[in-house]
């Protein structure tokens, strides 16, 4: 086997990748040889003799599979947390997720003249301090304070699945053959 280490670095130049990406035709290793000049090498890349390798990258095929775990809730137990809660979920997003659902919820009352100026400034001070826990929450505050007509009084209708199950009941109790003892 012939030295190319002259030749090796002269591609390496020529392509301008490193020497370990020449690739040399082994079938032509004695044209190679040959090539001193770096005209001589230059025709031999230019006939695909000497070629430059393709660059090796990491593959991203284990990085997608545990993106993919991530997404369907794998992978965020305790064990793989870094930094404390407020890090992975900041108090402030928390407090405008919280938030904006209850002045949303204020400003349609008050717009739709459910409840009065006073009583949107009331309640929107006491969301502002944090009285409710979320927009259910508020809404309910405002029904047990009777704020919200009409519906703190009127208890929830039975759905009509649940009206229908005693005469169901009662239906099938007189189908029913009666014991004798």
Do not use: C
């Amino acid at each position: 086997m012939t030295d190319l280490r002259n030749q090796v670095r002269l591609a390496s130049e020529i392509l301008g990748v490193g020497q370990t990406r020449v690739w040399i035709d082994p079938l032509h290793a004695d044209d190679v040889a040959e090539a001193v000049t770096r005209a001589d090498v230059r025709k031999l890349v230019h006939k695909g003799t000497i070629r430059a390798l393709q660059a090796q990258g990491v593959s991203r095929a284990r990085a997608n599979k545990i993106a993919i775990q991530k997404e369907s809730g794998r992978r965020r137990g305790p064990g793989s947390r870094k930094g404390a809660s407020g890090a992975r979920d900041p108090r402030k997003r928390r407090w405008i997720q919280t938030i904006r659902p209850q002045r949303e919820v204020l400003k349609g009352l008050r717009d739709a003249k459910e409840i009065t100026p006073a009583q949107y400034r009331k309640y929107y001070l006491k969301a502002k301090g944090g009285s409710f826990r979320s927009r259910n929450h508020l809404l309910s505050h405002l029904r047990t304070d009777g704020v919200l007509k009409g519906e703190a009084t009127a208890p929830a209708a039975p759905a009509p699945a649940k009206a229908a199950k005693p005469a169901k009941a009662a239906k099938k109790a007189a189908k029913k053959p009666k014991k004798e003892e």
